[in-house]
């Protein structure tokens, strides 16, 4: 037991040391070495009003739902991009809002324009305001280093089944909007594994549970690392020491006895 006390604890802390490194991780893997300067603003603000809508922990669910048609296409879907997003532009310490809030507006304006046009719905969540607070949650979105963030989701037609993806925008390049843009075009949401799990927000075993994981997590977010990691060290030494103790037995006087008096 000591042996393996003595592998798991230092693992134990470079896990937390990691979790502590994650912000600048995603900083650098989430456009941290472009310059995330606002974009030109050329972009028609009536036309995005238009086509974006503002989505809720109420409408959410609703906005992505289908009439099931058993007839359907199979592989033929409603599809959405939600924009996870935040007014307060200096919560977060990892993407700059306003640079992202311009790369979904060009998004929504290029895929809008196209000929045909796109059957994609889009939709942004502002993670700051009361109504989305529900959804956030389910969403785990519960620190400023996550957003804003990117998902897709897809609900299929014969069945009503929804999947979620992440968007991954971990390649450092000055063309986001366009990136976003061929994710859907070009289908290649299909080559990212969809939320499985028991967290999934749509059909998890604890999706009703988010308002009481999330907060959780957000605590827990709010400790500072090396208050976990003197945790951790505290009760590896007291198991250690227990376990030592209990293999080497009473010592010598005790198992001989008291002296007679």
Not at 26 to 45: F, R
Request: include cysteine; charge should be positive.
């Amino acid at each position: 037991m000591v042996r393996l006390l003595s592998v798991f604890l230092p693992l134990a802390l470079a896990a937390t040391a990691v979790n502590a490194q994650f912000g600048d991780f995603i900083k650098n893997a989430l456009g941290g070495v472009i310059a995330q300067n606002p974009l030109a603003s050329g972009i028609p603000n009536a036309l995005v009003a238009k086509k974006s809508q503002d989505i809720t922990s109420e409408n959410w669910r609703s906005a992505i739902s289908v009439t099931a048609d058993p007839g359907a296409p199979e592989g033929d879907a409603k599809e959405w991009l939600f924009y996870f997003t935040t007014k307060n532009s200096n919560a977060t310490s990892t993407r700059n809002v306003t640079y992202w809030d311009g790369v979904y507006n060009e998004t929504v304006y290029a895929l809008s324009t196209t000929r045909p046009a796109s059957k994609l719905n889009f939709g942004k969540i502002d993670c700051s305001t009361a109504p989305a607070q529900e959804l956030c949650n389910a969403f785990y979105l519960t620190a400023p280093y996550k957003l804003p963030v990117f998902y897709h989701i897809a609900t299929y037609f014969n069945n009503n089944t929804s999947e979620i993806r992440p968007v991954p925008l971990y390649i450092n390049n000055t063309e986001h909007a366009t990136t976003l843009a061929k994710f859907h075009t070009e289908k290649k949401w299909k080559d990212v594994s969809p939320w499985a799990g028991k967290f999934n927000p749509i059909d998890g075993l604890f999706k009703d549970y988010s308002s009481v994981f999330a907060p959780t997590l957000r605590m827990y977010e709010m400790i500072p690392q090396w208050v976990l990691m003197l945790g951790i060290s505290l009760l590896g030494r007291g198991i250690t020491t227990r376990f030592t103790n209990r293999a080497l037995g009473p010592d010598p006087a005790q198992r001989r006895g008291a002296p007679p008096a």
